[in-house]
T-cell receptor, first 116, second 112 residues
Framework: EPEVTQTPSHQVTQMGQEVILRCVPI?????FYWYRQILGQKVEFLVS????????KSEIFDDQFSVERPDGSNFTLKIRSTKLEDSAMYFC??????????????FGQGTRLTVV | QKEVEQNSGPLSVPEGAIASLNCTYS??????FFWYRQYSGKSPELIMS????GDKEDGRFTAQLNKASQYVSLLIRDSQPSDSATYLC????????????FGKGTRLSVIA
């Protein structure tokens, strides 16, 4: 069964360093998302991506964040200068999109980012 | 402000019983509704989607939607210890593929 895959599963980084989180969405999906979940809190939307551009972003997704689809399969989230409060689980998700008959979003297994 | 509210629980039910999980949402324009299951330390796993008023059944799971009351629920029949997890309610707006807005989740504990 197709699935969203994320790497790495766990990343430890020093405050101020740049990190890149990687995702391979389900191959025939058109919409890609990044969400995060701080420990003990709810899942929060960061950004959505469609047709090679950002379609929507939240207040969390400030200038420190960027996304890219460098090739036909990968989807990346970059945090330029990490802060302690960026420590969270980061989830990538993908969906067909409503025009293809379903808006269900499927999540990857997540990357636990720890900023020290 | 789009809000999705869930009772955080824990909701404890005996094995074999029906677990009833509830969710309310604030944005009357919400059109798509989802239930995800999340085991501790894991990612959300989609278990049900519902778009129209009424009931939708899939195996032991039934989702119920009442748009007039802005209420969506999930029933789990014949609950098993493996159902013990946090259940997340999520909604989207009708326009395009707006992102999911999640509730905080209800922790379900099924006691053997």
């Amino acid at each position: 069964e197709p699935e969203v895959t994320q790497t790495p599963s766990h990343q430890v980084t020093q405050m101020g360093q740049e990190v890149i989180l990687r995702c391979v969405p389900i191959s025939n999906h058109l919409y890609f998302y990044w969400y995060r979940q701080i420990l003990g809190q709810k899942v929060e939307f960061l950004v959505s991506f469609y047709n090679n551009e950002i379609s929507e972003k939240s207040e969390i997704f400030d200038d420190q964040f960027s996304v890219e689809r460098p090739d036909g399969s990968n989807f990346t989230l970059k945090i330029r200068s990490t802060k302690l409060e960026d420590s969270a689980m980061y989830f990538c998700a993908s969906s067909f999109g409503h025009r293809r008959g379903g808006t269900e979003a499927f999540f990857g297994q997540g990357t636990r980012l720890t900023v020290v | 402000q789009k809000e999705v509210e869930q009772n955080s629980g824990p909701l404890s039910v005996p094995e074999g019983a029906i677990a009833s999980l509830n969710c309310t949402y604030s944005d009357r324009g919400s059109q798509s509704f989802f239930w995800y299951r999340q085991y501790s330390g894991k990612s959300p796993e989609l278990i049900m989607s519902i778009y129209s008023n009424g009931d939708k059944e899939d195996g032991r799971f039934t989702a119920q939607l009442n748009k007039a009351s802005q209420y969506v629920s999930l029933l789990i029949r014949d609950s098993q210890p493996s159902d013990s997890a946090t259940y997340l309610c999520a909604v989207t707006l009708p326009s395009g593929n707006t992102p999911l807005v999640f509730g905080k989740g209800t922790r379900l504990s099924v006691i053997a």
